[in-house]
C-alpha cells in the first residue's frame, strides 16, 4: 500500500488515527475533575505535538540515519518562521505561500550551510552547526533589525502590522492567518457528557502536514537513498572505497531535514503569526536533539513520541504550582503534607526541566533506543518472545503519541 | 608493461625515508605479494596505491592513468578495490544490505538521489547481491546483523563487497591478519578460488608466508622502504638478502 510494506504501513495508519483522534485521546479526564490539569487535548498545546513532530522527524532524518548531530537545527526553524511571517506582511493572510517560501530558504540556507560545515564530521560538524545557528539569531536578535533595513523587527519579533501591504490580500477575506478562508484559530467545541472536546483548524492543517511528512520519511527511510545514509553512519571509510561519495549523500540528508525545520517554522507562524528570534537559541537546537534521543534516534516513530513527551511536560508539568499540590497531598496531617510539597516542588512548575533531566538520563542509561526500545520490550514481555533479532528499527508503538 | 605501475616513489615522514625509489610493475592477472619485515614500508605503499597517502615523487598509474591526487571513490571507480586488515564492512547493516550497495555504487556512479524509491523493489540487484552471496557460500546468512558474524565470515563479506564490482585489480592488505587457522585457510581457498575463476589481478600485503606461499605467482620484498628483490616464490624462499632482512644478518 502507498509503497511501503505491511509493517510500515500499519505504523502510517496508527500515526493516522492518533492524528486524527487526538483532540479525544488527549483529553481522557473529565472537564471539572481534579485531574482535567493533565488534559492536553487544547489546540495550542497540540499544535506544538504535531509542529514539533514534524521537526523531530526532520532531524531524525540527518541525525539517525546518518549520525551528524547539528547542534543549529533551531536556525531553520526560525528562517521558517520569518519567510512565513513575511508572506503574510506582503501578499496576505492565506498560510499557502508562506508555508512553502518557508521550506524554500530554509532548504537554501541548509545548503550554504551544510556545504561548509559538512567538511567536518563528529564533534567538529556539531560546533559549525551550532556557530552558525549563533550567528543566525545574533544577525536576527540585532543586525537585521535597525530602522534602515528591517527584516526582523529584533527582540519585539516580526508581526503583521495594519499599515502592512499585503497586496494580494482580497476583499472580506479573514483578518488572521487562514487556509483558503479556513481561519487557522477556529476552534469547534464539542461538549460529551463532562468532557469538552476542541477540533481546531489549524491543529487539523498541521496534523495533516505532519502525515505527508512521516509519510516522506518513511519513504525515505526505505529508499536506496536511505541505505547509503545508514551506510555512511555505519562506516564511511567502506563507504568511499566502495566507490560512493559520501558528500553529496550527507549534503541532500542535511538539506532535506532543514527543509523539515522550515516546514515546522512555518506552521508556529501560521498558526500564530508572530516570529521572534528566541525560536533561533540554542536551546532550541538543543531541544530537537533531545527529542530524538528520547524517542529513539534512527527508529520512524521515535522522534515524534519524543518531541510529544518534551511538549507535554514543558506544558503540563510547568503548570503544577504548590497550590495545586497541596490540594493533592490534603489528605494527610499538615506536617507531612508540607514535607511532601517541599518534595517534590523542585520538581514541578518552573523545575519541570529538573523531571525532564531525570527522564533523559535513565532513559539514556537504560533505554538507549529511547521510547521505542522501552515499547519494543513491552511488547516482547507480553508476547513472551526473548530478545530477538529484533534490532531493526520497525517500531510498532501502540501507546499514544501524546 | 603491467596493469599498476609504480615509478621511483619516495615518501618522507619528517626525518624517516618511508620510501625510497619504490619501482613496482604488476602484471594483469597474476597474484603479486609484496612481504616485509616491520616497518619495511608496505602500509605505507599501499595507501600510496590507494590515494590516501601522496609521494613526494614519483607517479603511480593504473592501466596507463595516474592514480595520484584522486580520490578513493575515484579510484575505486578505475577498478581498484580495497581489502582492509581489519574488515570494514557495514557492521549496522545485515549482509543483504553489505552486498547491495556496492552494486548500486557500480551501477549508480558516485551519487544517485533516489529517496523515494523502494530498496525492495530493486529487483536486479537484490538478484545479483544474492548471487555473489550464494558463490561465498554466504546465502543462508543474508539477513543476518553483519556486526555479529565471526572475523573470517566479515572477512568473506568484505572481499564478496569487492568482487561484485568486478575490480580488475584486487589490493588485499594483510587478509588474514588476526584469525584463527581455520578462518585462515578459508580465505586462502576463496581466494584461490577468485583468481581461478576471474580475471583478476590481485595485489597482497601479508606477513604470514604460509598465506603468501600458497597464493603468490610474483614476490616482491621490502626492507626500509626499498625493494629488495622479486622473484618467483621459488626463489625467494632461498634469498640470502631475504634471509638477511628478516632474521638478521647473523642467520
Known amino acids: ?52 513532530g514534524i521537526f523531530a522527524i526532520g532531524f531524525n532524518i540527518l541525525f539517525g540515519l546518518t549520525g551528524y548531530l547539528s547542534f543549529g537545527h533551531a536556525a531553520f526553524l526560525g528562517i521558517g518562521s520569518y519567510s512565513c511571517v513575511w508572506m503574510f506582511k506582503l501578499l496576505g493572510y492565506s498560510v499557502v505561500p508562506g508555508i512553502l517560501l518557508s521550506i524554500v530558504t530554509s532548504g537554501i540556507f541548509a545548503w550554504l550551510i551544510g556545504i561548509i560545515s559538512l567538511r567536518r564530521s563528529g564533534i567538529y560538524f556539531s560546533i559549525l552547526t551550532l556557530a552558525f545557528a549563533q550567528m543566525s539569531f545574533a544577525l536576527c536578535y540585532s543586525v537585521l533589525s535597525n530602522p534602515k533595513f528591517n527584516l526582523t523587527n529584533g527582540e519585539t519579533g516580526l508581526q503583521v502590522y495594519n499599515n502592512d501591504p499585503q497586496y494580494f490580500r482580497g476583499e472580506g477575506s479573514p483578518n488572521v492567518p487562514h487556509f483558503f478562508g479556513m481561519e487557522m484559530n477556529a476552534t469547534h467545541k464539542m461538549e460529551l457528557g463532562g468532557w469538552l472536546f476542541q477540533f481546531n483548524t489549524g491543529y487539523y492543517l498541521c496534523a495533516v502536514i505532519m502525515v505527508l511528512a512521516f509519510y516522506l520519511s518513511i519513504r525515505i527511510f526505505r529508499s536506496p537513498f536511505g541505505m547509503m545514509l545508514r551506510a555512511i553512519k555505519s562506516n564511511n571509510t567502506r563507504m568511499n572505497y566502495t566507490g560512493l561519495n559520501a558528500r553529496p549523500y550527507t549534503l541532500a540528508a542535511f538539506v532535506i531535514s532543514g527543509m523539515y525545520a522550515g516546514l515546522a517554522g512555518g506552521l508556529l507562524s501560521a498558526v500564530d503569526p508572530l516570529a521572534g528570534a528566541e525560536r533561533m537559541q540554542w536551546t532550541a537546537s538543543g531541544e530537537v536533539v533531545l527529542m530524538t534521543i528520547l524517542g529513539g534516534a534512527g527508529t520512524l516513530i521515535g522522534p515524534v513520541l519524543g518531541s510529544g513527551l518534551i511538549k507535554y511536560f514543558e506544558n503540563i508539568f510547568s503548570k503544577i504550582n504548590d497550590n495545586v499540590l497541596h490540594s493533592w497531598f490534603s489528605f494527610m496531617p499538615d506536617g507531612i503534607e508540607d ?3 517541599t518534595l517534590i ?58 | 608493461m603491467g596493469i599498476l605501475e609504480v615509478k621511483n616513489v619516495n615518501k618522507r615522514f619528517g626525518g624517516l625515508q618511508a620510501l625510497g625509489d619504490v619501482n613496482l610493475s604488476v602484471e594483469e592477472n597474476s597474484v603479486h605479494a609484496i612481504i616485509g619485515p616491520n616497518g619495511a614500508g608496505k602500509s605505507t605503499l599501499l595507501n600510496v596505491l590507494i590515494g590516501k597517502l601522496i609521494p613526494d615523487t614519483g607517479s603511480v598509474s593504473f592501466d596507463g592513468q595516474s592514480v595520484l591526487g584522486r580520490k578513493p571513490y575515484e579510484i575505486c571507480q578505475m577498478g581498484i578495490s580495497r581489502v582492509f586488515q581489519t574488515p570494514e564492512i557495514f557492521g549496522e547493516l545485515s549482509v543483504l544490505e553489505n552486498m547491495m550497495i556496492p552494486i548500486f555504487a557500480k551501477r549508480d556512479g558516485a551519487f544517485r538521489m533516489h529517496a523515494v524509491e523502494n530498496s525492495s523493489n530493486e529487483k536486479a540487484i537484490i538478484e545479483q547481491a544474492e548471487h ?15 556486526a555479529s558474524m565471526s572475523r573470517g565470515d566479515k572477512r568473506r563479506l568484505e572481499i564478496g563487497m569487492c568482487l561484485s564490482q568486478n575490480p580488475r585489480l584486487l589490493l588485499l592488505d594483510e ?6 587457522r581455520a578462518d585462515t585457510n578459508n580465505t586462502i581457498d576463496l581466494l584461490k578460488q577468485i583468481k581461478d575463476e576471474r580475471d583478476i589481478t590481485i595485489a597482497i600485503i601479508e606477513h604470514d608466508m604460509h598465506v603468501v606461499f ?4 610474483r614476490i616482491t620484498v621490502l626492507a626500509q622502504g626499498t625493494p629488495l628483490v622479486e622473484d618467483t616464490p621459488d626463489n625467494i624462499k632461498g634469498h640470502p638478502k631475504v634471509r638477511e632482512a628478516y632474521l638478521g644478518e647473523s642467520a
Not at chain 1, 14 to 43: C, D, K, R
Not at chain 1, 365 to 374: Q, Y
Open chain 1, 345 to 402: 516542588h523542585p520538581f514541578v512548575g518552573k523545575g519541570w526541566h529538573l523531571t525532564l533531566g531525570v527522564l533523559f538520563m535513565l532513559i539514556v542509561i537504560f533505554l538507549p533506543g529511547g521510547l521505542v526500545e522501552g515499547g519494543q520490550r513491552i511488547k516482547r514481555l507480553i508476547s513472551g518472545k526473548k530478545a530477538a533479532d529484533e534490532t531493526e528499527d520497525e517500531a510498532t508503538q501502540s501507546t499514544p503519541a501524546e
Open chain 1, 1 to 52: 500500500m502507498l509503497g511501503l510494506h505491511k509493517k510500515d504501513f500499519n505504523l502510517l495508519l496508527i500515526v493516522v488515527v492518533l492524528a486524527m483522534l487526538a483532540p479525544f485521546i488527549l483529553n481522557p479526564f473529565p472537564e471539572n475533575s481534579g485531574l482535567a490539569q493533565f488534559n492536553a487535548g487544547y489546540p495550542d498545546l497540540m499544535q506544538k505535538f504535531v509542529i514539533f
Open chain 2, 214 to 217: 600458497s597464493l603468490a605467482e
Open chain 2, 132 to 146: 555473489v552471496l550464494e558463490s561465498l557460500n554466504m546465502a543462508d546468512k543474508r539477513h543476518f546483523n553483519s
Open chain 1, 339 to 341: 514535607l511532601m510539597v
Open chain 2, 175 to 180: 587478509p588474514t591478519a588476526g584469525m584463527a
